[in-house]
């Protein structure tokens, strides 16, 4: 299988969608001529052209909105915000119309918009452009919301996204642009809904999204050298959400700690969290661990920054907790 | 009999005054009369009868607040005048404050297993602890704490209690605050006898001799051609006895344990339709004893000795044509439900033909069981390169000297060929009687 970086796949996928699909459009801030910020559309007006690869004024709002509108006209447009963190300018945009014109409409209108983009942090940008927003677009119905982390997944995802009736807020692992993993050629996708059992393993489950889950990886080969086997679950999808993956996993490991760059507060693991033990409580032998941001916006100084997110030592101490390894 | 209730008269409204009845017990009302006065927290007004009757009974004073949603009065018919009041004016919708109710923090109330009533709030202060009297034993669940203290238990060692009828007074707690957790219930049930249980156990299980393909040897000797399966099966067997200086042991295992425990997963999860088979318990009790002797999970390929870090246990399927021998993957890293059904799907399309290369191609260890042919016991030859191999026989309902006693129970031998190339008598005896632990100790593979 061909390897390619997180950034091809991803470009990768919307190229021969656009090929395949004349009605699928690209809207972003720099996204044309410069090749976008972070080089994921680079190439492509030249492909497609400047009426199908748009570059627009810096407005989040208005760009949005004009998306909407022709998802609404039958089109299939995707959307670059240049961060996530710009998307608060067109947060009216989405909650207000995208997530819920289907449902005011009665399901006559459909709003087959993606909207995609860097999400979270770890290279110092500093607290206004340093959000993790998984929880909170999670929060409202009408939206799917994705986070895929490997390159295969992330070319199968935006496929599934494109193709989806209505909108899927994308939220790329920023800073993983340039890791490399096996994608496949061709056309697949990758349903919603559905987490992947990146590793398997019988005596704890971790569960993350995005860049976390290689952390947990990593923390996984740690643990296996003291003989303990983790299972690590990347969530991929936020919303629809996988309960069953989850929950068979917990029953067979009794254990769980969730990983998350987000707030702790009203945020995903709380939900992953809440959802083991109604489904999974008489598995349970230990309280399920949370381990996420600091409750502060991030911090610029890279010390900070480094401290205010998860670390790989902050989860093998939560693992720890939950194998009741402190006790011993 | 209708009851007539402190109405809530707008958002904010939690209680409403008494202030005056404008009907007697006995008086005839109708529908829409005016029966009491009541004032809110901003106004007055009446309360009016919701259907004709008599005013049975008034259950307040007048100038007494209640909540809203209390009951106030009864109607009914002129004959339940005075009698048959419901128990008490308690509020029936909203009842955020109970200010009457006593504080529900009596200990035995948050026992969610101790019998209710049975026990003494509090343990007096020289209760034994981790001493099991007869009358403790009796109860469902004693709670020998000291001081009174609460039991503290994880849910998943809760129900592994209530459903094998362990008493948990008697196990020691080492997680946070002396909290019972799953690794101490294997540490207790390691080191306990298991209880005889000779009237309840099951009857040795009896599969469909599925797999039965034993060739007819024609009467007359006509020749019959060998299938290709056979042929490899053949070459390698060969190989296998010409190469491998093979030496065994044997053993003798308990199953009463394991075939009540099967039992008890098999009443469980007849609702999602698995059935966990003797094989599956053998299986999964192999690869916990390899996961903890991992000398036997070894190769002998070129004269060196390949360490395997993966579990992958060969099941020999008997097949029209031959014999093949599927792998599950991580063995030890899968719960018994998950070899279970692996097992059962791999072995269906190893009949079909529809296994694919990468399922039978590999593989750690090997079992073959023929426990489901009637066997005392068997020998399997070796599937090289691999280091052994376990044979497992029938399930044997015999006496047995247990304690001192003949009883009634459940035997099932099993051997092991080895490669003594590979490995010593040694490690193979204390291999199996690892297995031997894991099988008669059945709670351990739930718990792995």
Redesign the interface.
Known sequence: MPVKTYRDALRAAMAEEMQRDESVVLLGEDIGVYGGTHLVTNGLIDEFGPKRVIDTPISENGFTGAAIGMAMAGMKPVVEMMTWNFSFQAADQIIQNAAKLRYFSGGQVHVPLVIRGPNGGGVQLSAQHTHSLEGFYGHFPGLKVVSPVTPEDVKGMMLEAIRDPDPVIFLEAGALYGTKGEVPDGDYTVGFGKARVAR???DVTLVAYGRQVNMLLRVAEELAKEGV?AEVIDLRSIRPFDTETIIESV??T?RAVVVQEQWRWFSVASEVAALIQEHA??????PVERVSGAEVPAPYARNLEVAAFPSEANILEAVQRVL?QE?? | MAEVIMPKMGDAMEEGTLLKWLKNPGDEVAEGDPIAEIETDKVTLEIEAAESGFLTNTLVEEGDTVPIGTTVATIGGEDEVGKGAPESAKPVAEADEEPEEPAADAPAAEEAEAPAGDEPAEQPETAPVQVATAEQEASAEPVARADGERLRA??????LASEHSIDLGQVNG???GGRI???DIADFVSGKTPAPKAAAAATPQQEPAQAASAAKVPAEGASVEISKMKQRTGERMAESKRDIPHFYVSTVVDMSAALDFRKQSNASLEESGGKVSVNDLVVKATALALADNPTINRSYVNDQLLQHDSIDINIAVAVDGGLIAPFIP?A????LG?ISRLAKDLGTRAREGGLKPNEYQGGTFTISNLGMFDVDEFIAVINPPQAAILAVASVREQPLVRDGRVVVGHQMKITLAADHRALDGAEVATFLQSVKHYLEHPMLLAL?
């Open positions: 398997e393993g019988a086997q029953k067979k009794n409580f008489d598995y349970l032998d230990a009741y006790s011993k | 994880s849910p998943l060692v809760k129900r080492s997680g946070p957790v799953k690794a991580a030890d890293q899968k719960s998950a792995s």
